[in-house]
């Protein structure tokens, strides 16, 4: 028995494998590494101490103790989470209306080209520029206000439509939307139309079957949409700090201002923490789903 052709298939499978693997651990592995091991450090006003101590970590969750008050790093991460929920159900809800659209009412593979691209258009320019282009809109003597203060509608400018929640969670909807529409799509464009048309035959009206037969085989592309934007919020403090005008409170943006100030290992351990919880959270879609299938 020839057993030589297996281990040299088993050989050459690993040398192909090898420059990705390399890849990911020199732009992946190690800085995640670093970033652990800088979180552990110790600093002053001048210089990293190189040590192994939890003070970091310790003066993240100082005065947690408390179950009556939640400390500051609860009082973020909640702000955090409430602004990813938020938007995970908006571009859920928007993201599954698009891909529905284009999976099945457009018909002409050329036409679902052309609108596909068309969803693309904002990703043509920065995120920052994308963002600006809200204030002219809704600041206080932006469009939004003039013209209903012109039908009489309002009698004094409306303050929360920017620099609120309200506009850094429609900056988000317009920034990840699309990452929502394009596993979904895709998700969608594998679906067996048989199915559908079996589903019409048994006498299913439309709603039973988008929510019996559609949604089911759509969820893969529901999950990895939904990591993609759950994840991307979690760490995101441009976004917050524009529309928010700098007074929202996101982990982002605290790791932003403690590395601005030079506190590198406390940054370091904002950060170890909160690739752990978003880690978490995509344990815990994984589980939903075998995401596999539609890699």
């Known amino acids: 028995m020839n057993t030589a052709a297996p281990t040299q298939q088993g ?3 690993w040398w192909q494998a090898l420059p990705l693997t390399a890849v990911f651990a020199l732009f992946f592995i190690v800085p995640l590494g670093l970033i652990a091991m800088v979180s552990l450090w110790n600093f002053n006003d001048y210089e990293l101490l190189p040590a ?3 003070r970091n970590y310790l003066t993240v969750f100082e005065g947690c103790g408390n179950l009556a008050e939640p400390c500051v790093t609860f009082k973020t991460y909640l702000s955090t989470l409430k602004f990813s929920l938020l938007v995970w159900a908006i571009t859920l809800v928007l993201g599954f209306a698009v891909a529905y659209f284009l999976a099945f009412h457009v018909r002409s593979s050329s036409m679902q080209t052309l609108l596909f691209v068309l969803c693309t258009v904002p990703f043509w320019t920065s995120n920052v520029i994308r963002m600006i282009s809200w204030v002219p809109l ?12 012109d039908l009489h509608l309002i009698d004094t400018p409306i303050e929360w439509l920017l620099f609120s929640d309200f506009s850094v969670v429609l900056a988000f909807v317009h920034l990840y939307t699309m990452f929502m529409i394009v596993p979904i799509f895709n998700s969608m464009m594998r679906i067996d139309r048989s199915l559908i048309e079996a589903a019409a035959d048994s006498g299913a009206s439309g ?6 037969v559609i949604v089911p085989l759509s969820k893969t592309g529901i999950i990895i949409g939904s990591i993609f934007v759950i994840t991307i919020v979690m760490g995101d403090f441009v976004t917050i700090g524009v529309m928010g005008g700098q007074q929202i409170a996101s982990v982002g943006k605290i790791i932003q201002v403690q590395t601005s100030y030079l506190q590198f290992p406390l940054a370091a351990a904002n950060a170890v923490i909160l690739l752990t919880v978003v880690l978490m959270i995509i344990w815990g879609l994984t589980r939903l789903v075998d995401i596999r299938k539609e890699l």
């Open 138 to 149: 809704l600041g206080r003597n932006g469009l939004v206000n003039q013209t209903l203060q």
């Open 207 to 212: 709603w039973q079957t988008l929510w019996n």
């Open 11 to 13: 050989i050459a499978a």
């Open 52 to 54: 192994f101590s939890p």
